[in-house]
């Protein structure tokens, strides 16, 4: 019998939520990795703009 075996990376803040939701990004703070899905990659991307006192529309300036 054929068998095959996919593996799937999780978003760990859903995880400690007891949910699983595909994790779409890593994001990488020296040693740290986290892999997120698409709501929480993109509301830590938002607080890391905060932090560093860049616009959350124009964070790519600077
Ligand atoms: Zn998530």
Do not use: W
Request: charge should be negative.
């Amino acid at each position: 019998m054929a068998k095959k075996v996919v593996s799937q990376l999780v978003c760990d803040a859903c995880e400690l939520k007891g949910e699983e939701e595909p994790s779409i990004m890593q994001m990488k703070i020296d040693g740290d990795v986290y892999d997120l899905c698409k709501v929480h990659g993109d509301r830590f991307k938002r607080e890391l703009r905060l932090t560093f006192n860049r616009s959350v529309e124009n964070g790519n300036a600077a």
